[in-house]
């Protein structure tokens, strides 16, 4: 492979997976709440755009903003009748109703859709820009497009307006929050329902980009894990750092000679150990999300 056509692949990939752990990284660092259910989210989107797309024949991309309100509505839900319950108990619980809600959320697609691999074919499928040996994809240029704006739209949300704010404070002092009059009820409420809003943009991008069936939640949770460990809590732009590694080590270094490929996985997790060892809190990541 080309070493031009190795970085807009690692690019490109890079920003999938921002996209992947961007609602997870929101959720984790200002709920303090590891959501393992948040591959099943992105799964939720990935069928909504599918159902969308096969039903009412409306472009993944296009459809996007019906597949982040149809999480974000059910994100809240959720977040309202269960999560809520939960927040002030041990780690340990969260991980174990979270881990239930993803067995749940899966095992009802299942039944809705079966097991089978869905995929979504659009017109534009294939077509993309050459220059010499180097291709990109129009789908996955969009997908990368979608993957940034998501991220300065939620970093100037967050920066800029006063309920960005009040989630910021939470997230850093949520006592403190509180006795400045912000309803952390509320804020929790709003901050899980943008997560999973950011999951369902994900899954529609999967539905664009790739095959999916109900049993690759726990791949999609472990891959934004992963890029929010690698990038740090704190600030969005972390999330888009920690997916350039992630893609890294997917797409580029697996070219060398001596490493070859079928090594993926390997690199990425010795990747996180040695951002564990040398940047605890990550490569963006802000000492108080620590």
């Known amino acids: 492979m080309a070493l031009g ?6 690019l490109l ?26 591959g099943a989210f992105i799964l939720v989107g990935a069928y909504t755009a599918f159902w969308i797309f096969t039903n009412l024949h409306i472009d993944p991309f296009i459809s996007l903003p019906i597949t982040m309100l149809v ?12 999560i809520n319950r939960v927040i002030r108990a041990p780690i340990l619980m969260t991980f174990m109703l979270t881990f239930g809600l993803d067995l749940l959320i899966a095992d009802q697609l299942q039944q ?33 497009g979608i993957a940034i704006l998501l991220t300065v739209m939620l970093s ?11 989630i910021l404070a939470t997230g ?20 899980f329902g943008i997560g999973s809003a950011l999951a369902g943009a994900a899954g529609a991008m999967l539905a664009e980009l790739s095959s999916f069936n109900p049993s ?11 890029v929010v460990i690698l990038g740090g809590l704190g600030t969005p732009w972390a999330v888009i750092a920690g997916g350039l590694v992630f893609g890294l080590a997917e797409t580029v270094v697996p070219l ?6 079928g090594y993926n996985n390997v690199i990425a997790f010795c990747l996180l150990v040695l951002v564990l060892v040398l940047r605890p809190k990550g490569l963006l990541g802000r000492a108080f999300y620590s």
Request: no cysteine.
């Open 112 to 144: 809705f859709f079966s097991s089978d691999e869905r995929s979504i074919n659009v017109s534009y499928a294939g077509a993309g820009l050459t220059y010499g040996s180097t291709h990109i994809a129009f789908d996955q240029l969009i997908a990368a």
């Open 71 to 82: 999480l974000f509505v059910m994100g809240w839900i959720v977040q309202y009748v269960a």
């Open 156 to 166: 100037l949300f967050l920066a800029r307006t006063r309920t960005g704010n009040a």
């Open 256 to 261: 060398i000679s001596w490493i070859g490929p």
């Open 13 to 38: 990939v890079g920003s999938f997976y921002a996209a992947i752990a961007l609602g997870f990284s929101l959720v984790w660092g200002i709920m303090n709440i590891v959501n393992l259910a948040h």
């Open 172 to 191: 850093m002092d949520r006592d403190a929050a509180r006795l400045m009059g912000i309803s952390i009820r509320r804020i929790y409420a709003l901050t």
């Open 216 to 226: 690759q939640s726990g791949d999609l949770t472990l891959s934004a894990f992963v």
């Open 5 to 10: 056509q190795a970085f807009v692949n690692w």
